[in-house]
Structures are given as structure tokens and as C-alpha cells.
């Protein structure tokens, strides 16, 4: 898997040092509110979950198809888990991926400014997680582990899914609202029906360079 996370970034930064006809790079970063849906076939353990929040950064890349239809990616740090809290304990799962988007976005001109729709796939990487637990007044920690072992890790590290959002820009700056809905069962434990899959409620703040 580390080869598979190296190799995705040597692709993607391949691919941004190409040259393309009228490509524009940026750098994006905000807030996630992240959850996590967990489930098996008997009930849904993540209906008391919380939004945990967190954060995505990282360098992104436009490249347009015609005057209103581009493609964008990037290489976004990005963080995901979830927030529980019962009488008065809380436990949390605090992830870090490196995500990979795939959208595509339509623009249309208001005059003066933009408004943006994106949609498609993205990829993420796990790359750390820990899971925090406080009881009684007590708070303790421990790393999650990524892998395909069921006894011995506690989630798959490959995440994919749909990325749908809107958002406006003028001139350089853009800000968005997106929504990152996982597809993926990153459940090392799949008997039964388990599943894990993330859900990311992002918003943005992002610079195009070179762009008036």
C-alpha cells in the first residue's frame, strides 16, 4: 500500500508538470465536519455520531475543457472520523487521508463574478488515525491501525467515493461548499454485513496563482 500511496502521488505530480493548454493551480483549504455511517445487518451504530471537525489543505489544479467545463484535482491533506458523546463520555475517531479528486466542474458568469457546481470521484489515502476515549474523567489514546488484517487492523486504508458541491469565485479567490459521500467499506470486518464508510461535509477557501 505504500507503493500504491507513492505511486498515486508521482502520477499526480506528473501530471500537474505537464504543460496543458490554460491549466490554472491554486491552493485550497477549510474546515471538514466529518461523521462516519457504521452499520451491519442487524442495526446502525452511527446514529448518535456527531460531526467531528477537522481540516483539509493542499495544492490544487484546474484544467479546463471549454469556457464553462474544466477538470480539477489536487493533493488534499484531510481529515475524517467521528464524535460520540454518551452520558457525559466522548469518544472520537480523528483520521488523516490524503485525498484525491476527480470532478468536474461547470461555471457559469454572474458578471463581475462565478457561480460553480463540481461533481465525480474522489480517492483517499489513510495515512494516520488515532481514537480517543474519555470515561469517568479519564482520557486515553490509541493509533488505529490501517491494513486488511481483521485481527489485527482496524480499517482498510483505500477510501473512495462521490464528491458533490457548489460554491463562487472572484477573480483569484474561491469559496465552496462540498460534500464527500464515501462508497468504500473501509471495515477490516466485513461478517454479517459490518460497514464503515466516511461521510466529509467540507467547506473551502481557496487562491488561483496567476489569475486577476
Known sequence: ???LTKLSIVVLLLTLATESFAQQFGI???????NMLMKDDDDTYSDDFKMNPGFHIGP???LPINETVSFETGLLLSTKGYKE????????YNLLYLDIPLTAKATIDIGGSKIYGI???YIGIGLSGKAKYEEDGESFEEDIKFGSDEDEDDLKRLDYGLTIGAGMEFN???IGL???LGLANISTYTDGGAKISNRVLGISLGYKFGKK
Open 60 to 62: 490544487t489544479m484546474e
Open 178 to 180: 462540498s460534500y464527500g
Open 172 to 174: 483569484a479567490i474561491q
Open 119 to 121: 461533481f465525480g470521484p
Open 85 to 92: 458523546t454518551f452520558d457525559g463520555d466522548t469518544d472520537k
Open 1 to 3: 500500500m505504500k507503493k
Open 28 to 34: 485550497k483549504a477549510g474546515l471538514n465536519l466529518s
